[in-house]
C-alpha cells in the first residue's frame, strides 16, 4: 500500500538532546513538508522540500534541521536549540508544488522529560 | 499574510441530523484554494473537501458540502445525515494558487465535532 509512514509514532527526549524525527514515502511524491500542531492551534509549518537535495524554511523553523537525500525521506532533528519541542509532528507531501492535495502521516507525539 | 479563523472550538450534532461549521479567512489574493481536512483520535490528517476560488459552484463530496462565499471571504463546511465516524477535529485551511512559495497549507484553530448517538 503507497503511503507517508512517520516513525516512532511516541518518543520521549530529555532536555538538551537532538532527537530526529523519521518520515518515509512510497508515493514517488517530489514535495514534502513538515508541520507542527500544539493544542489548540492549527497546523504551523517548519520546513518544506519541493525537490531531493532542496528544502526551504516554513514559519517556524527555528530550532529544527532537515534533509532530503533521497526522494523518498525527508527526516526532521529537533534540536536542543528548539526551546519549546513538545507537540505533534506530522509529516506530508504532494505530488509536486502546484499540486494541491496533501496526503499525511499518522504523526510523532514528542515530549520532552 | 492569509488567515484562517474558525469562530467554534467545538459543535455537537445528533447522529442523522445536520451540522455546519464554519470558516472565515483573510487575503488579498483572487486566486486560491479552501479546504477542511478531518482529523479522527488516530490524528491523520484527512482531506474532506476542496473548492478552487475561480469556481462559483460549491463543492460537494456525498454528504459533505460547502458553502463557499468569495465577497465574503467565507467557507462553511455542512455535513448532512450526521454519522458517528464524523466525530474529529475539522480544520479549514487555506493556500494560494501555483507552486514555490505557494505551497503553504495556513489552517484555522480547529473545530471539535462531537456525534451523539
Known amino acids: 500500500d503507497g503511503g507517508i509512514t512517520q516513525s516512532p509514532k511516541y518518543l520521549f527526549r530529555k532536555e538538551g538532546q537532538n532527537v530526529t524525527l523519521s518520515c518515509e514515502q512510497n508515493?514517488?511524491?517530489?514535495?514534502m513538508y513538515w508541520y507542527r500542531q500544539d493544542p489548540g492551534q492549527g497546523l504551523r509549518l517548519i520546513y518544506y522540500?519541493?525537490?531531493?537535495?532542496?528544502?526551504q524554511k516554513g514559519d517556524i523553523a527555528e530550532g529544527y534541521s532537515v534533509s532530503r537525500e533521497k526522494k523518498e525521506s525527508f527526516p526532521l532533528t529537533v534540536t536542543s536549540a528548539q526551546k519549546n519541542p513538545t507537540a505533534f509532528y506530522l509529516c506530508?507531501?504532494?505530488?509536486?508544488?502546484?499540486?494541491?492535495?496533501?496526503?499525511f502521516g499518522q504523526g510523532t507525539r514528542l515530549t520532552v522529560v | 499574510a492569509q488567515t484562517v479563523t474558525q469562530s467554534q472550538p467545538e459543535m455537537s450534532v445528533q447522529e442523522a441530523e445536520t451540522v455546519t461549521l464554519s470558516c472565515t479567512y483573510d487575503t488579498s489574493e483572487s486566486d486560491y484554494y479552501l479546504f477542511w481536512y478531518k482529523q479522527p483520535p488516530s490524528r491523520q490528517m484527512i482531506l474532506v473537501i476542496r473548492?478552487?476560488?475561480?469556481?462559483?459552484q460549491n463543492a460537494t463530496e456525498n454528504r459533505f458540502s460547502v458553502n463557499f462565499q468569495k465577497a465574503a471571504k467565507s467557507f462553511s463546511l455542512k455535513i448532512s445525515d450526521s454519522q458517528l465516524g464524523d466525530a474529529a477535529m475539522y480544520f479549514c485551511a487555506y493556500r494560494r494558487r501555483g507552486g514555490g512559495s505557494n505551497y503553504k497549507l495556513t489552517f484555522g484553530k480547529g473545530t471539535l465535532l462531537t456525534v451523539n448517538p
Open positions: 508515493l514517488n511524491h517530489d514535495a
Open positions: 473548492q478552487e476560488a475561480y469556481k462559483q
Open positions: 522540500s519541493q525537490i531531493v537535495n532542496d528544502f
Open positions: 506530508a507531501s504532494s505530488i509536486d508544488p502546484y499540486n494541491t492535495e496533501a496526503f
